[in-house]
């Protein structure tokens, strides 16, 4: 897949009814609810029925399961992801037409325009960061416009339009679109090489990052102090004569977080910045999240925010859908759900759970995300993965992608053996819930993992672990 080419930004009221295809999507989904929400006619298909579908429906989108030219309707405009193939029939039908076809980034940074975007970008964390800085600025006093690529856990929304100026969105690097948007601050939350079936190479992955924060309409670009990959695009961002401000627990960061403390169920630090300083407390773990709580507070600074406003507002923030999201108990087992598909983000998930695992086993249920990206890093996911307990390994999900020869999910499977794990293999993922089921026991906590259909191994394996337990009542 190419990477996305940038077009100029037109203002979101002004191109007539839109049609969103795969529109149940997460990202796709929240732009077009934000359009709604505008008061733009909007329509749009996908080819399965979901719950983001419904909630479109329910606010009064005409929204369909299963593609069809005449869909279209009046449409004058068709909103398109990087996973809608040329082959779609409406897709098709719209460039027949001679419609205006945009990649679902340019949607986006058409509802910007007149705003002081902030576009939050990283190889990871991006959820988390923007659902943090939506929260923070909405506690510190400001009603934000945002889109999130997964909604927020207190409010069960993932995109809003208010009546401040400043709009807060998921950037995402891995086609390239972060470029499309009119941002004012740039984050970005760190650099590890990913994506590469786009970007090619890691040195042109990388290079993106400096694009997006050399851009001209970029006021400051807000970097994480402790990773590398971030630290190396500040230097070149300075020396193009950008402002950085910089957070992270590094001695030279601008925004410092220290002395934190992880109790399984939440975080406390001390944050020091130019003109205040005090405890931050968060209702989730890990001290990755602090770190993006930091870069959140970074951001409110820079849009005139008070910082201890903003502090004390981190504390309602309480996650995003699929960020150790919470699934249910049963027979003594707790389930977890979380969207980590990288290795970077297994590690950083299993070392924040390990806590609320207490005296239980750790299991983990993994599925593989794109061929692509498992034959990259098998053997880091294996390792990983060798910090739970117990390991289930799925079958990959191809998403847009087609299979590539030799890679499946039991190279990951084979990696994580290698490196030590006790490893179970399940191909389909509509085994994986029975399969769990069989193998904990009272006091595990077991945690789903990936950005396919694994999450919904965790609801499965409830209602299995309900019946059991009532069964033996």
């Given at each position: 897949m190419a990477l996305v080419t940038p077009v100029p930004?037109?203002?979101?009221?002004?191109?007539?009814p839109v049609h969103f295809i795969a529109i149940g999507g997460a990202g796709m989904s929240a732009i077009a609810a934000a359009y709604n929400e505008l008061g733009v006619r909007v329509s749009g298909s996908d080819q399965a029925d979901s719950a983001n579908l419904r909630h479109l429906v329910d606010a009064g989108v005409d929204a369909h399961v299963g593609h069809d030219p005449a869909q279209l309707g009046d449409a004058e405009t068709v909103v398109i992801s990087s996973a809608v193939r040329e082959s779609n029939v409406e897709l098709a039908e719209a460039r027949r037409?001679?419609?205006?076809?945009?990649h679902r980034s340019a949607a986006l940074a058409g509802l910007m325009v007149g705003r002081r975007g902030v576009a939050i970008s990283g190889t990871h964390g991006k959820t988390t960061t923007t659902g943090m800085c939506a929260t923070m600025l909405i506690g510190a006093g400001g009603d934000p416009s945002y889109v999130i690529g997964s909604p927020l856990s207190t409010t069960g929304k993932s995109s809003h339009l208010g009546d401040g100026d400043a709009f807060v969105i998921e950037a995402d690097e891995s086609d390239g679109?972060?470029?499309?948007?009119p941002a004012e601050i740039v984050v970005i939350t760190n650099v590890e090489s990913d994506h590469l079936d786009n970007w090619g190479t890691p040195e042109a992955y990388h290079e993106g990052f400096v694009q997006l924060g050399s851009a001209g309409t970029v006021r400051v670009a807000i970097t994480n102090a402790d990773d590398e990959g971030a630290r190396w695009v500040a230097e070149r961002l300075r020396a193009a004569g950008k402002r950085v401000v910089t957070y992270g627990e590094a001695a030279d960061a601008d925004v410092r977080f220290s002395d934190c403390s992880f109790d399984?169920?939440?975080?406390?630090?001390?944050?020091?910045?130019?003109?205040?300083?005090?405890?931050l407390r968060l209702k989730v773990p890990g001290r990755f999240n602090v770190s993006n709580a930091a870069a959140a507070y970074a951001v409110g600074r820079e849009l005139g925010a008070d910082g201890p406003a903003l502090r004390r507002a981190a504390e309602a923030f309480g996650g995003t859908d699929r960020r150790f999201q919470f699934v249910g108990e049963a027979a003594g087992v707790r389930i977890y759900d979380d969207y980590a598909h990288h290795p970077t983000e297994l590690h950083a998930t299993l070392t924040a759970a390990r806590p609320r695992a207490a005296q239980g086993r750790l299991v983990a249920c993994f599925q593989p995300h794109l061929f692509s990206r498992t034959a990259q890093f098998a053997d880091e996911f294996g390792a990983a993965l060798a910090g739970a307990d117990e390991v289930m390994v799925l079958g990959i999900y191809a998403a847009r992608e087609d299979p590539m020869p030799g890679v499946t999910g039991e190279l990951v499977a084979d990696a994580a053996r290698a490196h030590g794990a006790s490893v179970h293999y399940v191909e389909d993922v509509h085994d994986a819930a029975p399969a769990l089921a069989d193998l904990v026991r009272v006091g595990d906590l077991v945690l789903t993992l990936g950005?396919?259909?694994?999450?919904t191994v965790g609801p499965a394996l409830l209602e299995l672990l309900r019946a059991a337990e009532a069964g033996s009542a």
């Open positions: 930004t037109e203002p979101a009221a002004e191109v007539g037409r001679g419609l205006r076809v945009w679109s972060f470029l499309q948007y399984g169920a939440g975080s406390t630090a001390q944050l020091d910045a130019p003109g205040d300083s005090g405890p950005a396919g259909d694994v999450t």
